[in-house]
């Protein structure tokens, strides 16, 4: 029984059909250089491909954030520090005054430098971290601290933040806090909780300076607690810093390994990829050459 003209015809046109296919198929991926071309080529692969991108996305976000984190920890840090060279400072004053031999003019132009001293904590205190500030707890719109003046002098500093530290997301449940506030329950600043107000001691022994005083005993002992209260709060805020620089190197860790894996299922490999184009390309030949011969059949060619 002889096979019809028409049947080998559309044979030799489903082989060229799907020769085309391949070989269009196997381009796109050279030049995009991933291994399939579409879903449906492996969809086990492609599916992972997907959920591996997916959490790429969230872990680039979680990486931002930690990033955030870390810088404003850094600003605290440096912020932190000014503080404590100013309390370093002010301890050295009381301990200048304190000195019997001191006259009342010398404790007077101490007291200059005292109210430079809490212009500059004011200062301090009021810092930015880009365009929000450092010390506001959650308010970081507007200035942590104001200077309240009597007869052209500062006599108190009220706080304007808030006792709420800040939170990034770390993942899709959970945050992390990060920085310090500037007052209110147990700020840098001002911390209620532990009767600590660093604005308020400094005011008062600029005021006993100011008047040639020795400041009190009690004055100097507060300034000595104050001190130790800002390592304390310098040390938390090391500490926080480390911890989000740990889970931000953990990311990247996780990060890499999902690249590599991606990399793995997604990318195609060139050297085959091409090795086999040319076999694609030779059958498509082929089957080029073999539709050109059944074109010529003729009906003698069945006698």
Known sequence: MRVSNISIHNAINQTLNESR???????????????YVKLSDNPVETSQISQIKQNDTKNSQWIRNLDFGINWSKHTTARTDQVLENMHRLN????????????????????????????????IGNSKAGESFLFGGAVTNKESFLANETSG???????AGNNENKRLQLNDSSTIKYGITGGGT?????????NVNIFEN?????????????????LLADVKTNFDHVINKLVMNGINEKRLTTLNDNYRDVQVIANERL???????????????????????????????VDRLSIMNYL
């Open 21 to 35: 296919k391949n070989l269009r198929d196997k381009q796109i991926q050279i030049s995009s250089g991933e291994k």
């Open 92 to 123: 050295e004053i009381g301990t200048q005054a304190n000195n019997q031999s001191q006259t009342s003019e010398f404790r007077k132009n101490l007291a200059l430098e005292v109210d430079t001293i809490i212009k500059d904590l004011i200062a």
């Open 153 to 159: 002098k500062i006599s108190s500093v009220s706080y």
């Open 186 to 194: 147990d700020g840098l600043f001002i911390a209620e909780s532990q």
């Open 202 to 218: 400094a005011i008062n022994i600029r005021d006993a300076l100011q008047n040639g005083d020795v400041p009190s005993d009690d």
């Open 263 to 293: 990399n793995q299922l997604e990318s195609v490999d060139m050297t085959k990829a091409l090795t086999d184009l040319t076999q694609l390309e030779s059958s498509f030949q082929a089957s080029l050459q073999m539709a050109a011969r």
